[in-house]
């Protein structure tokens, strides 16, 4: 559909404007006259009592906008890339080959080269470099600037983002800049093979629905996506790529933030997203007490302890402790779930687990749907059962090892 506006018979009262949900109409010189922001809705059609607003079939589609590779920003600190960076790369590059593209990585900082080895191992065709001090810490004005000016002149088909403090501040802004759209903490990716647009995938409504999102008119495609939620593939460093140096036109004088200094943050955490094994615990252990059977759970497995937002929310836990969509996103090797329902919310960081068990007195928690293995049953009587087994398991298997030096 498209709208148009009859000027002849408009009298500028201004009763459309008024009704425009997305601000399309302007009045100009006394008479209605849209802007770019026009969906065709026809809000505007209805409001106008002097009948000078039409909607139109409209013949031709506006042509879907075109672009080339797929590209990853390559975001590092230090000199160290990150990890959510390794794990986007090895992402784009099944969609570069469903695409038949290329796949390429944005990397920007002082003297961070050697990065683009790394780069090609993990897929990268291409790394589209941009070095000097002015690069050195991630500052949000001139990476704006930097990436905005390499998209313009090279053009990519889609661009991805780790959804990090850094890539959430500065993915948006690029977005605006470009005048494209932007799908935050994407959870699934894939080309449509008919259209061959990128289809971003994400929970919408609360967790409650998933919505698959598409962006058929607007270059590049641009997804965030939160750190472990792509599996990061083994690097081949037999591979190797173009570097293509982008001339940097951003000058310190001309950046309005300065680095004064940088205070590590020494505050409590656990690296639930390294784990190799976890086990959370949530509404179900009834307390703040009963968290020590997660702690000891964890502790018997050489692993670390999480918790659902229930638990967390209820104040028995602390929020970095927390599992799912508000929480950490994880993939560890093992992820046991006690006391937990399985909403999808708390599914939404965790279902990639390569096995999951769950541990739930009500046989039909949702969390058994997803389950490696299940168990059935109290977990005040089950956990401890597991963690004296397994602590007797390991003091057997020390006993043995010495005997047999
Ligand atoms: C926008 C939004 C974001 C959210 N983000 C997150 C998130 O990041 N992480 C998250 O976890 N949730 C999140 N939630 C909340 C989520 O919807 C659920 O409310 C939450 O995950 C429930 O936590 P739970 O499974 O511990 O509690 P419940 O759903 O209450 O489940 C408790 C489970 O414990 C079992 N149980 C009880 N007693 C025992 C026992 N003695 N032995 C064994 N089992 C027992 C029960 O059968 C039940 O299945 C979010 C919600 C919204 C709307």
Redesign the pocket.
């Known amino acids: 559909m498209s709208i148009k506006i009859l000027t002849d018979l408009c009298t500028g009262c201004g009763a459309c404007v008024d009704r425009c949900p997305f601000g399309a109409v302007d009045l100009t010189g006394g008479v209605a006259v849209l802007n770019d922001n026009c969906t065709s809705c026809g809000a505007c059609v209805r409001a106008c009592p002097e009948k000078a607003i039409e909607q139109t079939k409209k013949a031709k589609k506006k042509p879907a906008a075109v672009g080339k590779g797929v590209w990853v920003f390559i975001e590092q600190r230090d000199g160290a890339i990150d990890p959510v960076a390794l794990e986007l790369l090895s992402e784009g590059r099944k969609l570069a080959d469903d695409l038949g593209s290329e796949l390429a990585g944005v990397l920007l900082g002082d003297g961070v080269e050697s990065l683009c080895t790394a780069c090609f191992a993990y897929g990268a065709d291409k790394v589209y470099l941009m070095e000097g001090p002015v690069f050195r810490y991630y500052r949000t004005d001139p990476y704006t600037d930097a990436v905005t000016a390499i998209i313009k002149e090279y053009q990519p088909e889609i661009l991805l983002f780790g959804a990090t403090n850094n890539g959430r501040d500065f993915a948006a802004r690029v977005a605006v800049r470009i005048v494209t759209g932007l799908t935050a903490d994407c959870t699934k990716l894939d080309i449509d093979p008919e259209t061959k647009l990128l289809r971003q995938t994400r929970p919408a409504f609360?967790?409650n629905v998933m919505a698959t999102i598409l962006c058929p008119r607007h270059r590049p495609q641009m997804a965030t996506v939160r750190p472990k939620v792509m599996k990061m593939a083994e690097p081949d460093y037999t591979r190797s790529g173009e570097i293509i140096r982008c001339a940097g036109e951003i000058r310190e004088e001309d950046v309005t933030t300065r680095i004064m200094d940088i205070v590590r943050s020494v505050g409590h955490s656990v690296n639930l997203q390294d784990a190799e094994i976890i086990v959370s615990g949530?509404?179900?252990i009834?307390g703040p007490e009963n968290y020590r059977l997660i702690e000891d759970l964890a502790g018997a497995l050489g692993g670390v302890a999480g918790a659902?937002?229930?638990?967390v929310d209820a104040g028995w836990v602390p929020q970095y402790r927390?599992?799912?969509?508000?929480?950490k996103t994880v993939a560890p090797k093992l992820y046991i779930a006690?006391?937990?329902?399985?909403?999808?919310?708390?599914l939404a960081?965790m279902n990639t687990s390569e096995i999951i068990v769950a541990?739930?007195?009500?046989p039909e928690?949702p969390?058994f749907s997803i389950a490696t293995y299940g168990l059935v049953?109290?977990?005040?009587t089950v956990l401890p059962l597991l963690t004296a087994k397994i602590k007797a398991y390991k003091e057997a298997s020390a006993d043995a090892r010495k005997e047999a030096v």
């Open positions: 609360g967790g949530g509404r179900g009834g659902s937002r229930a638990a927390q599992v799912g969509q508000t929480g006690c006391g937990i329902s399985g909403a999808i919310q708390h960081g541990v739930n007195n009500d928690a969390i049953g109290d977990l005040f």
